[in-house]
């Protein structure tokens, strides 16, 4: 297979979604850009000496449309990468990437339930994925979006999720915060794994999306299997 060709993008704009968390827009400069919600760009950012040091991937997060990418990226402390987007992107910053790639995307024939389930900016290519289905609708089953933080303040695009539910025949939305005080707050708490277990109880055909951190993915494929679903039910996108 050939290596694919790097390309350069401008960060056209950046905008803050929580204390540690962005979404930047970047544009690419050679012309529109292919490809299949679920997938991700690798950037080559100028934050180490050695070439492979300093790659990083990045879901896509918007539907496709033109030459735009969304990217929403957390904050990690003492990250090479979150550094540089924190403290050096600024817009007109033109970066280097090579992608899209990856075959986290939704089948060509959805014919079972879909459950998507995300912490923090795994919740990327899930976005992309329902404002697809919104913009260019095929048939479909139930699709549950099943998303954890840990505050009510990190609830990800909520506007647009709770829209989609208004919009996309048979999409729910279902959130759980799992270190949210506030007295006000009268929904779930906890993690994301009682909700998915609660959904599909009854064992019913389904395909699993999990994206996100190890310990979320290690835990919900675990149980899903304990459940009785098997590995070809269970799609991965393992952020770290
Ligand atoms: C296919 C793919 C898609 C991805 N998509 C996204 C995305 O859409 N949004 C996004 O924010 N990230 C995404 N990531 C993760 C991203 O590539 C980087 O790993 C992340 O931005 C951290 O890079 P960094 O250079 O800031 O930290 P590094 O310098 O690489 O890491 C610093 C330290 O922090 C740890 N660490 C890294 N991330 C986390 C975390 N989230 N929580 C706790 N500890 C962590 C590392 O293990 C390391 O010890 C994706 C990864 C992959 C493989």
Redesign the pocket.
Known sequence: MAIEQWRLARVSSFEDLTDD?RRFFLEAIDGSVEFKPGQ?I?LD?P?HEKRIRRW??????NAPNGNTME???????????????WEQVEPGTVVQYRGPQ?T?VLPAEIVTDLCLIAT???V??FRSMLLDLAKRPRPHKHIFLVFGTRYKSGLLYRDDFERLQQELPGFEYHYTLSRESSPDYTGRRGYVHAIYEELFADLRPAHFFL???RNMIDEARHRLLQMGYTPRQIHV????
């Open positions: 968390t991700f690798t950012l934050i990083r991937s990045y879901s896509l997060a990217l929403v990226i957390k904050h990690v402390p003492g990250g090479a990468a979150s550094r540089y987007f990856g986290f923090n900016t795994g990327a290519p994206c996100g951190w996108e393992l952020y770290g």
